[in-house]
Nanobody, 115 residues
Framework: QVQLVESGGGLVQPGGSLRLSCATS????????MGWYRQAPGKERELVAT???????NYADSVKGRFTISRDNAKNTMYLQMNSLKPEDTAVYYC?????????WGQGTQVTVSS
């Protein structure tokens, strides 16, 4: 049973910062491409950022320059540092692990950007 355990969501004012974390098993973390997706109310789930096992990164245009995805191999944990948050970043953020036809999701963590 693959588990992706997310943490770090919450309520923040516009312009503020949050850091999300996603922990999983060593075998998953070492060979899967890890990523963050988000889903706002009434919208489809969308890609935020991904990071490969070789540290290759990819970002949605809407978060480039504001969000940074990273991984700590010693802790089997992926992070999403979110700076300069905007109200339109409000969504449930999901951790994802993907390789070939295998695709796993975390339970999601709510991020709300509001004054």
């Amino acid at each position: 049973q693959v588990q992706l355990v997310e943490s770090g969501g919450g309520l923040v004012q516009p312009g503020g910062s949050l850091r999300l974390s996603c922990a999983t098993s060593r075998i998953i973390f070492s060979i899967y491409t890890m990523g963050w997706y988000r889903q706002a109310p009434g919208k489809e789930r969308e890609l935020v950022a991904t990071i490969t096992s070789a540290d290759g990164t990819n970002y949605a245009d809407s978060v480039k320059g504001r969000f940074t995805i990273s991984r700590d191999n010693a802790k089997n944990t992926m992070y999403l540092q979110m700076n300069s948050l905007k109200p339109e970043d409000t969504a449930v953020y999901y951790c994802n692990a993907a390789k070939y036809s295998s695709n796993y999701w975390g339970q999601g963590t709510q991020v709300t950007v509001s004054s």
